[in-house]
């Protein structure tokens, strides 16, 4: 699940501060996205980057569905 959310992330132009390689992915985004997300979803802010963006640490386990990571994906397009 972590290397399709990743997938997602590249896909729509996002980098990572570490390139994804475990259950672990540390996406770069604007704040007021990650500000929209905690909204729905429970992850923190991993580091400040600027004024306008920071980079979040996302973690999935055995136990993370598809329809999660799905509608994750559409949220942040």
């Known amino acids: 699940m972590a290397a399709k959310l990743a997938s997602a992330f590249k896909k729509n132009g996002y980098s990572f501060a ?5 259950n672990q992915i540390f996406p770069i985004i604007p704040l007021s996205l990650a500000e929209k997300l905690t909204e729905k979803y429970e992850f923190y ?10 980079v979040i640490r ?6 993370t569905k ?9 949220d942040i397009q």
Not at 45 to 54: A, F, G, H, P, S
Not at 58 to 63: D, G, I, Q, Y
Request: charge should be negative; charged fraction near 20%; glycine fraction near 0%.
């Open 58 to 63: 996302l973690v999935t386990s055995w136990a």
């Open 66 to 74: 598809e329809s999660w990571i799905n509608q994750f994906i559409e």
């Open 45 to 54: 802010i991993w580091q400040k980057l600027d004024e306008q963006n920071v």
């Open 18 to 22: 570490t390139e994804p390689a475990s």
